[in-house]
Each structure stands twice: as C-alpha cells, then as structure tokens.
C-alpha cells in the first residue's frame, strides 16, 4: 500500500512538472512569435521587392466593383510586376472574364506577360453574420496558406473583399516563419468616404502601406496614406 500510494504520488508530481514545462515552453513560443511578428509589421515598410528582377504580385480581386477597381491599379504596374496571381473567390462567377480580358489586352504590349487566376473559398456574403463568417475565413485561411507558401509573391495587393483577409493572414505568416518577406499593399475602396471597410479595418495593423483615397479617412487613421484618387 505505501509503495503505491507512494508511486502514485511520484507519477503525479512527474505529470504536474511535465505540463508545466509545457506551459513555459508554449508561452515562449508565444513570445518568440509576437516579437517576430512585431519585427516583421515595423520593417515592412522598408522591404523593396523588386531591386534584382521581376515583382511576383498576388492580387486579391473581389466581385464587381472591388476587381475593376484593382484591375485599374493594374493598369498603372510596370512590365516588371511579373508574374501576376489573381484569386478570387470560388463563387465569384464575374471577375475571371474580366481578368482575362485585362490579361489579353495587356499582352499586346507585354509578350513575355505572365498571370494565372486561382479560386480559393469566399471568405464572407454580403449580409452573412459574424460568427458564422469567423468560421468561413478560417475555412478560407485553409486554402489560402498553401497557396500563398507555394506562390511565394513578393507583393499582395488588394483593396477590399473579405477574400484578402486570410491571404494577408498567410503572407504575414510568411515572414514571421522566416522563409520570405511579403509586402502587403491596401487599397481602400474609393466608395469609403467617411469610414474604412469591414475587411479594412483588420489588414490595417499588419499592412506595410495602406492607402485611402479621401483626406477625411487619412485624418481619422493616422498610419494611412493619402495620395488622392488612384483609381
């Protein structure tokens, strides 16, 4: 009885030391990755992709008007922005006719031009309820890491639909594993006078450049840029 009862009391004093090696160890781990993903948020901006060759671009496209308003970006991108990976949501039966479109014309003037178009799960509906969208961008954010660890663009350009949330997610977690540094590049919809988008307001903090198209948004956020109309 005394050796059991004095073995049982050695197995948990063994099992308590171990769990709470694991709580120091997780919340190191813990400490590591927001010290890196802090670092990787403050340096960002000082990334130049591009300074030896071609730019890869992934470019978020949504439905309507956010992809004609990000292909109208597009059109102001040098030949060097190279190749050009487009997603769009899976349900999105509108954008790829005008990528291709856009693409076609392109090539006209760019013969060595290269794009692909990629669908990954829609993020959130118009109208859908936050905690069933917490659970369609995490499905999304499935699809997106990847996609974006297997593209590995220099750049993610995107200017409002919910699709670019778990794209941002991915390209930041990029950096903060240490296997490459992915500008991320948002545009606010020129539609957003007064107030920043939905899907706006989550890429602000971890954006390298976030542009707003009125002088009223730059005034109420002050880590945006403001260069006018761009689009």
Not at 17 to 25: D, H, K, Q, S
Not at 67 to 73: A, M, N
Not at 88 to 100: L, N, Q, R, V, Y
Not at 123 to 142: D, G, K, M, N, P
Request: aromatic residues 10%; positive net charge.
């Amino acid at each position: 009885m005394c050796f059991g009862h004095f073995w049982s009391s050695g197995a948990a004093v063994a099992v308590m030391a171990f769990l709470e090696g694991a709580v120091y160890a997780a919340g190191f781990i813990c400490l590591l990755f927001i010290i890196r993903l802090y670092y990787i948020v403050k340096t960002g901006s000082s990334y130049k992709p591009g300074a030896k060759g071609p730019v890869a671009v992934l470019v978020v496209a949504g439905s309507g008007g956010h992809t004609t308003e990000i292909l109208r970006l597009m059109e102001s991108l040098s030949a060097g922005y190279t190749p050009r990976h487009y997603v769009i949501a899976d349900t999105d039966g509108m954008s790829e006719e005008k990528i291709c479109s856009f693409e076609s014309s392109k090539q006209n003037s760019d013969s060595e031009s290269q794009f692909s178009i990629c669908r990954i799960p829609r993020s959130r509906e118009v109208l859908q309820s936050w905690s069933s969208s917490v659970l369609s961008t995490l499905h999304a954010l499935r699809f997106s890491l990847p996609l974006v660890f297997r593209l590995r663009p220099d750049v993610v350009l995107c200017n409002g639909p919910g699709t670019c949330v778990p794209l941002c997610v991915a390209a930041l977690l990029l950096g903060i594993l240490g296997m490459k540094k992915v500008l991320i590049v948002y545009v606010e919809s020129i539609c957003r006078v007064q107030t920043l988008s939905l899907t706006g307001e989550n890429p602000v903090p971890i954006s390298d450049y976030f542009f707003v198209q009125w002088s009223s948004l730059r005034d109420k956020y002050p880590k945006s840029i403001f260069l006018g109309r761009i689009v």
